[in-house]
């Protein structure tokens, strides 16, 4: 039994087809056989053979009753006298010189007459009787004539030219269905080859691997299910991966916030001090220095907020979660911080609930508006829309700024520590950090506006989903 499924589908054919052919080319030949049987020329052959048999019986009695009748003295003979041999017929001479007691010799025209001849001394006796109508030597002819045509019919083998061409002709039919199968066969083998290959490409661990599609049948339904879990499997150790390596950034932040502390405490004993002996030197001097210390350790305080929000892990609550007045909220609340952009909303009505985190989908909406809004600037436009996209709920933020260049897109979601006024650098790893959390992900998507847009996706509510758990 072949292992692949062209070699069986092959053998399937074989089985299939090789009995009732068989069948067929027998049953059409023996019905061949008796028709052939049928034909004229046997006939022929039959009744040549039958008057052969009745000329030879009607010969051998004219001869009997020739022989009688002349022994009774019935009729009289023709007399040939000796010595006068040289005015004989020739065949009386030619009985002569045989030696032979009698002959039987046919003459006249078409052999209708019988001559028996006999000798007496040298004197030969010759007694002659018409045969009737029937030639003698016309019948003979006739009958070589069936002869040949009998043999001339025999020759042509009919019956091997029918069965030649039969066979011929079931041979090629078969070869052409074989040619035909064997080429499906291929057809539906390739791609299955293909996409065992694939499964095991993937299987060793290489997820960038995808099969190309190139029909509709089930086949190409299948390899694309296969592309799109490939494609699912290599989200999602990208996400690991991200995931792991949040982890030991988180690590190294805890351990900042932690040394900023240290340092931060001592800095505001000593300037406790300093104000308390304020009366003992320049006041004024004291007083902008105390300003100068008091901000910087403002300043300090406000990153070690922001590490140590990178650094918490939360809780999650996933629940069903509206995101489309979520968004609405988000964006009511930036319409009053934020007046001088403009805002607008474009939400899918029929947008299904997401199954999510509250609160962490809050943190990311406000820092992608936020980044937006201070993006686009002064009579700016940020635009906020939901959507279903590929069975998932999907919010975008796309702003009218400057956009992003590449070398900010290779590393935005990666937490860097930033001194710039107003930002630590690290607000789009902790937005990615808690959309991964609520089930989703952060990616980037090409802009309406002119500048960037992320798109926030998070998991849909299903119906049988149990919105306690
Ligand atoms: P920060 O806390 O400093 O805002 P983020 O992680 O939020 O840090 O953003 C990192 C950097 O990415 C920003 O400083 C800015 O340069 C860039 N960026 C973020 N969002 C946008 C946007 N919508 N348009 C242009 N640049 C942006």
Known sequence: MPRSLRGRLILLFLVATIPPLGATLWFTSSLLERSLSYASTRELDEISRALQRLGREYYRQAQDSLRRDAAQGAIEPQRYLPGREASWPAEVRAFQESGETERFVLSGTNGDRLNFMTRRGGEVRVWSRPLGSVGMESLARQYRQARTLVDAGNQRNLRRGFTLTLLLLALSVWLVGFALLAYLASRVSRPIRELTAALSELASGNLAVRVSVDREDEIGEAMRAFNRTA???????????????????????????????????????TMEEVLARAGESDPAFIQQAAQIVGEEVETLERRVRAFSEFAAEPPVRPGVLDVNAVVEERVAFLRTGRPEVRYTLRLDPRLPAAHTDEDLVKGVLTNLLENAAEAAGQGGEVLGRTSLVNGKVAVEVHDSGPGLSEDVRRSLFEPAI????????????IARKSALLAGGDILLVKGELGGAAFRVVLPRYAAEQNPDS
């Open 231 to 269: 494609e699912e499997l290599e989200q999602n150790r990208a996400r690991l991966v991200y995931l792991a390596q949040l982890a030991s950034w988180q690590a190294l932040a805890r351990k900042m916030a932690h040394e900023l502390k240290n340092s931060l405490t001592p800095i505001r004993l």
């Open 418 to 429: 930033s001194f710039k006024k107003g930002g630590m650098g690290l607000g789009l790893s």
